[in-house]
């Protein structure tokens, strides 16, 4: 069970690739790379729409909503950017996941942003 388990994640990883790099392709619509875009920057953001610390709900994002996120993605890219995209993803994992320092860095502030106003929030609260 758990061998099965692995190579459904491991295959969910290859197709988040093949997603990133169909996203930079020209020869997917828009239409489908905004919501591709959408998908990839979700999968490998640490914030869940769900945090993972909720019993049951927490996973819920991580086991449903992502993969079928992907699934509708993949339908969405035309048949010969995916075969070659996913070539390319196979050699991506074995270099490991791409790096985009400024969407990181985008996260991070946004984060601030929030935790700082909830703070001037509860500080203005009780005074």
């Not at 996913?86 to 996941?97: D, H, L, Q, R, Y």
Request: contains cysteine; charged residues 20%.
């Amino acid at each position: 069970m758990f061998t099965k388990i692995k190579a459904w994640a491991r295959n969910l990883k290859k197709q988040i690739f093949m997603l990133y790099l169909a996203y930079k392709d020209e020869r997917v619509p828009s239409y489908a790379k905004v919501f591709t875009a959408c998908v990839v920057a979700y999968a490998f953001s640490p914030i869940d729409l769900i945090p993972d610390f909720i019993p049951i709900l927490g996973y819920l994002d991580d086991v449903i909503i992502l993969p079928l996120g992907i699934m509708f993605a993949l339908k969405m890219i035309p048949k010969d950017v995916l075969s070659d995209c996913e070539v390319k993803a196979e050699e991506m994992m074995k270099n490991g996941k791409p790096k985009n320092w400024i969407v990181g860095s985008l996260i991070v502030l946004i984060w601030s942003l929030i935790i700082l106003w909830l703070i001037l929030k509860a500080y203005q609260l009780f005074n």
